[in-house]
């Protein structure tokens, strides 16, 4: 009798406990999404995410929410959302954040190649180069819509340039 008094214990203990373990909701702003394409890619990428409910995707004020089973499911849909090619501002949230594995060092180059980011159509082109044109020393770009992978050149910080574009919601490595 006294085993079995225990072991309900323990299963109201780890019910309780479970119940109690709250989903952490997440809203990221200044996600790129120039057009609907780029809000179902958000969209699409989220909700393949084990853990992730509740996605909704707001093309218009370029920002995405949903809940995470936890901050390991948070990380998870961050992760998944830079490997797509998208950023945005966590907002200092607490126990995840997009990783800053762009691979760019702080200093000036001539020129600088960049993979990886979302880019579906000529609005994201136009929101690539928007980004980058307030880079100090940034001359010009070879961005073409469908093509993940941009030289940029001029006489700029590598590292201001990828602080540009993950402000302006791009995840990008630099390409060796």
Not at 16 to 39: D, I, Q, R, S, T
Not at 92 to 106: E, I, P, Q
């Amino acid at each position: 009798m006294t085993r079995a008094c225990v072991l309900a214990a323990v299963c109201v203990v780890a019910l309780a406990g479970a119940a109690g373990a709250a989903e952490v909701p997440v809203e990221l702003k200044g996600v790129h999404m120039c057009c609907p394409g780029c809000a179902k890619a958000v969209a699409g990428t989220l909700q393949k995410v084990e853990g992730v409910t509740g996605v909704a995707v707001d093309q218009k004020t370029a920002t995405a929410k949903f809940a995470a089973a936890d901050e390991k499911a948070a990380q998870r849909a961050l992760d998944a959302l830079a490997a797509a090619g998208f950023h945005g501002d966590t907002g200092g949230a607490k126990g995840f954040a997009f990783k800053d594995d762009s691979g760019a060092k702080a200093g000036k180059v001539k020129s600088l190649t960049v993979t990886g980011f979302h880019n579906s159509c000529g609005g994201c082109v136009d929101s690539f180069r928007e980004a980058i044109k307030d880079v100090k020393g940034v001359a010009g770009d070879n961005a073409k819509a469908k093509v993940p992978t941009a030289e940029v050149t001029g006489d700029f910080d590598a590292a201001e340039l990828v602080k540009a574009l993950n402000k302006a919601g791009f995840h990008v490595k630099v390409k060796e």
